[in-house]
Structures are given as C-alpha cells and as structure tokens.
C-alpha cells in the first residue's frame, strides 16, 4: 500500500526562525512528488519535484527530493506569520493502470509562526 | 478568474438523505476530482474524470456518484448519507497529461450529517 509520512505532524516558531518539514514516502512506480499550502481552506500548489538532487526554489521557500532515500525536505527561511498554515506533501505515481495515475496525500505539518 | 467553484460550502444532512455537492472550473482543464480530508488522515480520492463523458472510482468511492457531461462540470452526489460522510469535500481540477498532479482546488464543502 502507498503511503506518505509527513513530520513533524506540528511545529511552532517564532518570525524569523528556519523551518524543515520532512516527508517520506513507499509508493510503487513514482512519477513526482508535490508539496501544497493550505490556509483556511483550499490547498495551493507550492512545488513539483520530480529530479532527485535538484532545489526548487520560490523566495523564501524550497524544496528537494531524494529519490534514494525516498524523501523530501521543505525549507522555510526568515518566517513570517503568514507562512502559517498546513502544509501537505502528496506523491504522484502511475499505479493502478488507469490514466490518471495515483495522488496519496501524507496527513500534513501544521506550521504556526509567532510574530 | 473563478478558478474551480464548489458550492455549498457548508451542509448539514440527516442520515439517508441525498445530495448534491456542485463543482465548476473555467480554466478548461481537463482533470477533475473529488477529495475527502479527514483528520489525521490526509486527502483521500473520491472519484475522478479524464474528460467529459468518462470517471473512474478513486480509493473511497462507496457511497458516492458523479457524471461529467460537461468539461466545466462535475457533481458529486451522495446517494443515502451516513455519518461515516461527515467530512470536508474538495473539488480540484488539472491540465491533461504531464501536469495531472498539479492540482487547483475549490475552498471546499464541509458536510455534516447527524
């Protein structure tokens, strides 16, 4: 069965501060893995990775897989409080033999930054 | 620009009633699917379709129809609703092959049923 680990499950930190969120993940026949934001409600889509080794960047946020060591870490540099929210990893595979392929989603790392 | 709508946003069912959880994108994607987040559990695929005319059963489907007669649209129906259904539903949708993963999702439905 596919499954994706995300931790810490919670982190609370002030402004500022860095921040590593770690996902891990069994899955059969990967094809990428993503990392989306969720404030409030809908998630959005912050990364696709789907290289080992290479960063993914967007401000203050990055990513990298390790295809390996079947990980991915998210970084958040200088924290602001609206980076505060719940952050889900999800790994893309092509199992099931459909067209669409596979999506499972890990529980997610709530993030709080204190100002 | 909409995006992918989803309405209501919040309902409160009593055990076996039937509804419809509505859901419109206006970005002409191809990809549309159904989510559950529970919690603790992560989001879990419901049911999805590859274009208008054709879905497929996701990980949890029982309890749960759609259709997709339009590339705009696709309902989700609950036939008889349990309290095992009371969840947050979302709607999201993606453009065909090479970008399926990236998913744009609606603000969700939160469903109770007593």
């Known amino acids: 069965e596919d499954k994706v680990v995300q931790s810490p499950l919670s982190l609370v930190v002030h402004e500022g501060d860095t921040v590593t969120l770690n996902c891990s993940y069994e899955?059969?026949?990967?094809?990428?893995l993503l990392w989306y934001k969720q404030e409030k409600k809908a998630p959005t889509f912050l990364f696709m990775l789907t290289s080992s080794g290479i960063e993914k960047k967007s401000g203050r946020l990055s990513s990298i897989l390790d295809k390996k060591e079947l990980f991915s870490i998210l970084n958040i540099t200088a924290t602001q409080t609206g980076d505060s929210a719940v952050y889900l990893c999800?790994?893309?595979?092509?199992?099931?033999?459909?067209?669409?392929?596979?999506?499972?989603f890990g529980q997610g790392t709530i993030l709080t930054v204190h100002p | 620009n909409a995006g992918v709508t989803q309405t209501p946003k919040f309902q409160v069912l009593k055990t076996g009633q039937s509804m419809t959880l509505q859901c419109a994108q206006d970005?002409?994607?191809?990809?549309m699917s159904w989510y559950r987040q529970d919690p603790g559990m992560g989001l879990r695929l419901i049911h999805y379709s590859v274009g208008a005319g054709i879905t497929d059963q996701g990980e949890v489907p029982n309890g749960y129809n759609v259709s997709r007669s339009t590339t705009e649209d696709f309902p989700l129906r609950l036939l008889s609703a349990a309290p095992s259904q009371t969840s947050v539903y979302f709607c999201a949708s993606s453009l065909g092959q090479g970008f399926r993963e990236k998913l744009f999702f609606g603000s969700g439905t939160q469903l109770s049923v007593l």
């Open positions: 999800a790994v893309g595979s092509n199992a099931g033999g459909t067209s669409y392929g596979k999506l499972t």
């Open positions: 970005m002409n994607h191809e990809y």
């Open positions: 899955v059969t026949n990967f094809r990428s």
